[in-house]
Nanobody, 124 residues
Framework: QVQLVESGGGLVQAGGSLRLSCAAS????????MGWFRQVPGKERELVAH????????YYADSMKGRFTISRDNAKNTVYLQMNSLKPEDTAVYYC?????????????????WGQGTQVTVSS
C-alpha cells in the first residue's frame, strides 16, 4: 500500500505562486507515474499534470502549460507541483495520485493511490 500526503496549499493572491508537495510512504513510488489532479465542488476531477516514473517525461493540461511545473525526487519519494501566475480559476482542491502505468496516463481510473487533497485558493 502507498499513502500519499499533499502539503503546500493555501491562500494566495492572483499572480502569486505556490509549491505543492506530495510525500509517499508505505513503499517506494519510483516505478509509478505520478499525477496532480484538481477538483472544484460540483465539477469532475481534472488532470493538471503527470510525470513518468523516471521524471523524464511530463504532460500538462492546456490551461496549465507555461505556468505549472511537475517534478519528482525519487530519492525522497516525493513529487512536486510548482504553480506560478496563479489565477482565481485555479482555486480547487489539488490531489496527487500514483499510477502503475509508469509512462504516465491522463485517466484518473488508472491511478491506484490518491492523497487526501490540499486546498488552493486564489483571490482576485
Amino acid at each position: 500500500q502507498v499513502q500519499l500526503v499533499e502539503s503546500g496549499g493555501g491562500l494566495v493572491q492572483a499572480g502569486g505562486s505556490l509549491r505543492l508537495s506530495c510525500a509517499a510512504s508505505g513503499r517506494t513510488v519510483s516505478s509509478y507515474a505520478m499525477g496532480w489532479f484538481r477538483q472544484v465542488p460540483g465539477k469532475e476531477r481534472e488532470l493538471v499534470a503527470h510525470i513518468n516514473w523516471s521524471g523524464t517525461s511530463t504532460y500538462y493540461a492546456d490551461s496549465m502549460k507555461g505556468r505549472f511545473t511537475i517534478s519528482r525526487d525519487n530519492a525522497k519519494n516525493t513529487v512536486y507541483l510548482q504553480m506560478n501566475s496563479l489565477k482565481p480559476e485555479d482555486t480547487a482542491v489539488y490531489y496527487c495520485a500514483a499510477s502503475g502505468v509508469g509512462t504516465g496516463t491522463y485517466y484518473s481510473m488508472e491511478y491506484d493511490y490518491w492523497g487526501q487533497g490540499t486546498q488552493v485558493t486564489v483571490s482576485s
